[in-house]
């Protein structure tokens, strides 16, 4: 295996067995990521780089677990994982904590920043014998759609430079596109894994709220977090997803429940052994609007062909309150937003600005030059929505149609394992974005139209369910996304059904 593009298990075996040197994939990737840095049009999507050396102890750490927290999270790493990385380069979004490298979140507000502590998944997948390659590029705190809103440049989409990767984690999609490292780490609040992977051609996987520790994760939104994962193929992700879920006493909202054999899952779709043959796939009507680009919809209509080809039963399903989905998002994230990033005052730690004659003067000087447009747009959203006279109107109703879209999902899955109701259905399947990625520069000023990229991800993490984005084809040369939903904790399921669908198209495009 010459390259970084191959399956993360073949790569890590060659580490293993002594195929090639630890540090192997890592120098490789390093030089890949160098090489676009000196293009004409670099990617741009990593903002810093592990050290050298850092593949030394890769094989030593995988087997002692070194790096892996107390408790459950160490108990999760044992077995076949504990070197399931081994040696593997993994990118990692710069909102979650790492010791040697800064963790910027793509703001002046935290430029040079570097954590006392490491996130959760990060230990995991270094105790899994993962190395990381670097921090990628993002939108700031993760409030963007493109990756435009970093204050540290922005990155471009491998597929055509002149255009978005997508966001907020559009680095790390970029850099699984372009095959700088092959799979990678993200975070997704709205539909910041699964857009960009969508308009990069990647796959991307947004777990059930829960399934993965947020310790370590810079907060944007703290209800609707996560963590998710980037591969060149479902197996590839699914396996990443695998190494960082689990049990985290770290973090409150993780839940206890068990690991899932992901990886197997995924082999076993892409082998015909299960995946879609009698699952019952619903299209959302509501998803299927005036909004969606034809050309997208062209290629939506044939993968939904290679699910019924697949064995899968299609039916048209209604999730009614899909429409009030962005509007709810842009309220409760905001509102969330603007309280979590009140801790940016210039007193604990991020950039001070100088000068100031009062503690008040402090705090507006510092905020003022350390948060960027987009960040001080939602923070003044959000505080309007939480204020005394509107919180009601806006942030309280909004919960209210949270539910409701909640209780939308709720009503075609439990239709389907209860047997109560015709319409009910195990997974949804959905175009990811209503088009293909957009030009570099064409919406930053219409913020308005760039919430509407979000349109069709953003009730997953309003409901809490699992997703997952993967290439269906391309129209004038740039990638589409299909998204498979599940019912929560699902995440078995929707990794098979995936890796069922990827390999049918594969053979339709062969």
């Known amino acids: 295996m010459s390259e970084t593009r191959g399956r993360v298990t073949e790569m890590a075996r060659a580490v293993t067995t002594g195929e090639v040197a630890p540090d192997h994939w890592l120098q490789e990737a390093r030089s890949r990521i160098q090489a676009d840095e000196s293009a004409d049009q670099p990617l741009h999507a990593f903002l810093s780089l592990g050290a050298e050396g850092a593949g030394e102890g890769a094989l030593d750490g995988a087997v002692a677990g070194e790096g892996a927290p107390d ?17 593997v380069p993994v990118a990692v979004k710069d909102n979650l904590a790492t010791l040697e490298l800064p963790t910027t979140c793509a703001s002046r507000i935290l430029e040079g920043y570097r954590s006392p502590f490491e996130a959760t998944v990060v230990r995991r997948l270094r105790a899994a014998g993962g190395l990381v390659a670097g921090k990628t590029n993002m939108d700031e705190f ?49 539909g910041s894994v699964r857009q960009p992977a969508a308009l990069c051609g990647v796959v991307g996987i947004k777990p059930t ?32 997803l695998q190494v ?29 052994r299960a995946g879609l043959a009698g699952k019952v796939v619903g299209i959302p009507r509501e998803y299927l609007s005036d909004a969606l680009d034809p050309a997208v919809r062209a290629r939506f209509d044939e ?24 509007p709810t998002y842009y309220i409760l994230a905001p509102a969330e937003a603007s309280s979590n990033l009140a801790r940016y005052d210039g007193v604990r730690y991020g950039v001070r600005a100088p000068g100031a004659r009062s503690t008040l003067e402090l705090y507006q000087e510092t905020r003022t030059r350390g ?38 999902f ?66 004038d040369g740039l990638p589409v996304g299909g998204q498979i939903l599940a019912p929560w904790w699902g995440e078995q399921a929707m990794v098979a059904a995936a890796a069922a669908l990827e390999g049918v198209l594969e053979g339709v495009e062969a």
């Open 71 to 87: 408790g459950a999270t160490a108990g999760v790493l044992t077995g076949a994982l504990a070197g399931a990385l081994a040696g």
């Open 209 to 240: 709220y829960g399934r993965v520790s947020r310790y370590g994760l810079v907060a944007f939104a703290s209800s609707l977090d996560q963590v998710g994962t980037f591969g060149t193929t479902v197996e590839d992700a699914a396996l990443l």
């Open 410 to 475: 709720r009503r075609v899955f439990a239709a389907r394992v209860g047997g109560t109701a015709p319409d009910g259905v195990d997974l949804l399947f959905t175009p990811t974005t209503p088009a293909p990625a957009f030009g570099l520069g064409e919406r930053v000023t219409d913020p308005v139209s760039m919430y509407l990229s979000d349109i069709y991800t953003v009730t997953a993490n309003l409901a809490g369910i699992p997703g997952l984005s993967l290439p269906i084809g391309r129209v």
């Open 371 to 408: 948060f960027g447009p987009e960040v001080v747009r939602r923070i003044m959203l959000g505080t309007y929505a939480l204020s005394a006279g509107y919180y009601e109107a806006y942030y309280g109703r909004a919960q209210k149609v949270r539910t409701l879209i909640a209780r939308d």
């Open 244 to 272: 960082i879920a689990g049990h985290d006493p770290f973090d409150a909202t993780s839940a206890q429940r068990p690991v899932e054999e992901l990886a197997e899952a995924a082999r076993a779709g892409r082998a015909g």
């Open 142 to 190: 993760g409030m963007g759609s493109s990756t435009e809103n970093s204050a540290f440049g922005v990155t471009r989409n491998p597929a055509d430079r002149s255009r978005v990767p997508g966001g907020s984690s559009g680095g790390s999609a970029a850099a699984v596109a372009a095959g700088l490292v092959p799979c990678a780490l993200g975070s997704d609040t709205g």
């Open 303 to 326: 993968a939904v062909e290679a699910l019924q080809t697949g064995g899968a039963q299609v039916r048209e399903v209604s999730l009614p309150h899909t429409r009030f989905a962005v």
